[in-house]
């Protein structure tokens, strides 16, 4: 016993001391990061590879586009061989276009950033063109887009390049940059490439959405496991698919994520961090050891009601009472969200209700019962959403209000419940 609870306290302390280093050095959203690099015909164009190992060093893996112009610049080969992947060239090469195509590669992106960005590909991506392979992948891209511009200072100062970029700008692409200072040409001024370092930082931030900067989400996945001997136990079939995906768009909305989690299949998120744990007492206990940094708290998990009185030390063996049946006796496992609910200074609490009928009702009373300020239900007698699958649909429940999300991913629909969450909040002041 003594054994487990000294495991979950060295767990807890991990997450304490690495939520501290995550604080110090927000580089760490780059991690496992897909960065798109497109490379146009600039003489910044060299700063390409240096970019290129920087994002690899903060952990992101980085493909390549060059415009025809660039290759006159820096070489593919050299492009290729620090990015270890083929570098794209060509929109309209059958090749090149079987192995990654150029909607996979939009599609592959995290982030598409253009360094340099020369005056040529600001005015053709300006005014809709898709007649080569950065353009089209820009277009084609539901990703954000960031460009770093850089040029003669005379060419950056044009009207006409001035108005493309605020028409890319309006658009919703990120334009980092140019510096200002002494350029390649003799001339000085503002049309030099931003700085590797800035580009880094800038590129980022564009990783959150900010709208949970700060704060510090606890949430509870997956199922609970009631041991019943040393091999058995009484669990359920939640699969923790949908508080992953909490877990997920709560980090990328910039908040500090633990994720306390039953026994799943699932991957940890980046930047999320996780305490494994097997029972509901091992639950309450890992949550109770974090929850005084909380600003919201969102259990998720699929906790056990009951378990076993007594789980028996040896196998039970099939006849060992000479009886034909077993009884098992249960008690009432804590109420982990109550106790958050209940508490002085209490976070912002969420719960979820899963439910096979009167979701609404069913989710208004636990939101009394249990004083919550939040109740998301969702209808677990539909077996092709909810427990397992990869979609649901869900009623959002607070004290004056009630919304219906209707069926979307389990990713797309936690992103819209982190956003009502952060409205929420932001309303509380
Ligand atoms: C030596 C040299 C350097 C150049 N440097 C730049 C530059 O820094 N920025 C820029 O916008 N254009 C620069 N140009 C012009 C571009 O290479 C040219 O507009 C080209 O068509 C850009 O093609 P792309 O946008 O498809 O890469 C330079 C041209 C030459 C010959």
Same mark, same amino acid.
């Given at each position: 016993?003594?054994?487990?609870?000294?495991?979950l306290?060295?767990?807890?302390?991990?997450?304490?001391? #690495?939520?501290?280093?995550?604080?110090?050095?927000?580089?760490?959203?780059?991690?496992?990061?897909?960065?798109?690099?497109?490379?146009?015909?600039?003489?910044?164009?060299?700063?390409?590879?240096?970019?290129?190992?920087?994002?690899q *060093?903060?952990?992101?893996?980085?493909?390549?586009?060059?415009?025809?112009?660039?290759t006159?610049?820096?070489?593919?080969?050299?492009?290729?061989?620090?990015?270890?992947?083929?570098?794209h060239?060509?929109?309209?090469?059958?090749?090149?276009?079987?192995?990654?195509?150029?909607?996979?590669? =939009?599609r592959? =992106? *995290?982030?598409?950033?253009?360094?340099?960005?020369?005056?040529?590909?600001?005015?053709?991506?300006?005014s809709?063109?898709?007649?080569?392979?950065?353009?089209?992948?820009?277009?084609?891209?539901?990703c954000?887009?960031?460009?770093?511009?850089?040029?003669?200072?005379?060419?950056?100062?044009?009207?006409?390049?001035?108005?493309?970029?605020?028409?890319?700008?309006?658009?919703?692409?990120?334009?980092?940059?140019?510096?200002?200072?002494?350029?390649?040409?003799?001339?000085?001024?503002?049309?030099?490439?931003?700085?590797?370092?800035?580009?880094?930082l800038?590129?980022?931030?564009?990783?959150?959405?900010?709208?949970?900067?700060?704060?510090?989400?606890?949430?509870?996945?997956?199922p609970?496991?009631?041991?019943?001997?040393?091999?058995?136990?009484?669990?359920?079939?939640?699969?923790?698919?949908?508080?992953?995906?909490?877990?997920?768009?709560?980090?990328?909305?910039?908040?500090?994520?633990?994720?306390?989690?039953?026994?799943?299949?699932?991957?940890?998120?980046?930047r999320?961090?996780?305490?494994?744990?097997?029972?509901?007492?091992?639950?309450?206990?890992?949550?109770?050891?974090?929850? #005084?940094?909380?600003?919201?708290?969102?259990?998720?998990?699929?906790?056990?009601?009951?378990?076993?009185?007594?789980?028996?030390?040896?196998?039970?063996?099939?006849?060992?009472?000479?009886?034909?049946?077993?009884?098992?006796?249960?008690?009432?496992?804590?109420?982990?969200?109550? =106790?958050?609910?209940?508490?002085?200074?209490?976070?912002?609490?969420?719960?979820?209700?899963?439910?096979?009928?009167?979701?609404?009702?069913?989710?208004?009373?636990?939101?009394?019962d249990?004083?919550?300020?939040?109740?998301?239900?969702?209808?677990?007698?539909?077996?092709?959403?909810?427990?397992?699958?990869?979609?649901?649909?869900?009623?959002?429940?607070?004290?004056?209000?009630?919304?219906?999300?209707?069926?979307?991913?389990?990713?797309?629909?936690?992103?819209?419940?982190?956003?009502?969450?952060?409205?929420?909040i932001?309303?509380?002041?």
């Amino acid at each position: 016993m003594k054994t487990k609870y000294y495991a979950l306290f060295r767990q807890c302390s991990a997450v304490f001391t #690495d939520l501290a280093m995550i604080m110090d050095n927000p580089l760490v959203n780059l991690k496992h990061r897909r960065i798109l690099l497109g490379i146009t015909g600039g003489i910044a164009a060299y700063k390409a590879a240096e970019l290129t190992r920087r994002f690899q *060093d903060h952990g992101a893996d980085v493909r390549v586009i060059m415009t025809r112009s660039a290759t006159e610049f820096i070489t593919p080969l050299t492009m290729q061989a620090l990015s270890k992947h083929p570098v794209h060239l060509d929109l309209l090469n059958p090749d090149t276009e079987s192995v990654m195509g150029h909607i996979e590669l =939009a599609r592959w =992106a *995290d982030l598409i950033l253009i360094a340099p960005a020369s005056a040529n590909f600001l005015a053709r991506f300006a005014s809709g063109h898709g007649d080569d392979l950065l353009t089209t992948v820009c277009l084609a891209a539901e990703c954000p887009v960031a460009i770093a511009p850089a040029m003669n200072q005379a060419m950056w100062a044009k009207t006409v390049t001035q108005t493309n970029r605020n028409t890319l700008l309006a658009r919703g692409a990120h334009i980092l940059g140019p510096d200002e200072g002494l350029q390649a040409c003799g001339e000085i001024g503002a049309g030099r490439l931003m700085a590797v370092d800035d580009l880094i930082l800038r590129s980022s931030e564009l990783f959150s959405t900010g709208t949970l900067q700060g704060k510090t989400v606890v949430i509870t996945a997956g199922p609970t496991r009631e041991a019943i001997d040393p091999v058995r136990f009484i669990s359920n079939h939640s699969s923790g698919k949908q508080g992953y995906a909490l877990a997920e768009a709560a980090s990328n909305a910039g908040a500090e994520v633990i994720l306390v989690s039953g026994p799943t299949h699932l991957d940890v998120p980046e930047r999320v961090h996780r305490i494994d744990v097997i029972s509901a007492i091992d639950m309450h206990d890992a949550v109770q050891n974090v929850i #005084d940094r909380a600003d919201i708290f969102i259990g998720v998990a699929a906790v056990a009601d009951y378990r076993p009185k007594l789980a028996a030390n040896q196998k039970i063996k099939k006849d060992q009472n000479g009886h034909q049946s077993l009884l098992l006796e249960f008690v009432e496992n804590p109420d982990i969200i109550k =106790a958050v609910a209940t508490r002085p200074n209490r976070p912002f609490t969420v719960g979820f209700a899963a439910e096979t009928q009167r979701l609404e009702t069913y989710a208004r009373q636990k939101l009394v019962d249990k004083q919550l300020d939040m109740v998301v239900a969702n209808n677990v007698g539909d077996t092709s959403i909810g427990f397992n699958a990869d979609v649901n649909a869900i009623t959002i429940v607070t004290n004056h209000t009630s919304q219906v999300l209707p069926l979307m991913s389990k990713r797309a629909l936690s992103e819209r419940l982190i956003e009502l969450i952060a409205a929420q909040i932001s309303h509380q002041g």
